[in-house]
């Protein structure tokens, strides 16, 4: 069970560099990322740990290590900020 919410999460929004949220500003990345709940134990206690920027196949994105307050679990959340492909 826990492996196949392990895999609906990289498969969700997020989950993966090729699959992420679209966001307006990167001052809402954390809060965003911070919101999700844990894929493991379902706990919304995500808390972030590094948020950096990374560019993955030519595509400027930011990366979000968080890790859960409940279980333990680390992961990373993948985003890209709208404001770079509006001009
Ligand atoms: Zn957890």
Redesign the pocket.
């Known amino acids: 069970m826990t492996a196949a919410r392990e895999r609906l999460f990289e498969l969700g929004p997020g989950g993966a560099p090729a699959r992420p949220i679209v966001l307006g500003s990167a001052s809402l990345v954390e809060a965003r990322a911070t919101s999700l709940a844990?894929p493991?134990?379902e706990?919304a206690?995500l808390r972030v740990e590094e948020h950096a920027a990374e560019t993955v196949d030519g595509v400027r994105l930011r990366a979000v290590r968080v890790r859960?307050a409940?279980?333990g679990?680390a992961r990373r959340v993948w985003f890209k900020l709208a404001s770079l492909l509006a001009n």
Request: with cysteine; net charge positive.
């Open positions: 844990c493991r134990c706990e206690a859960c409940r279980c679990a």
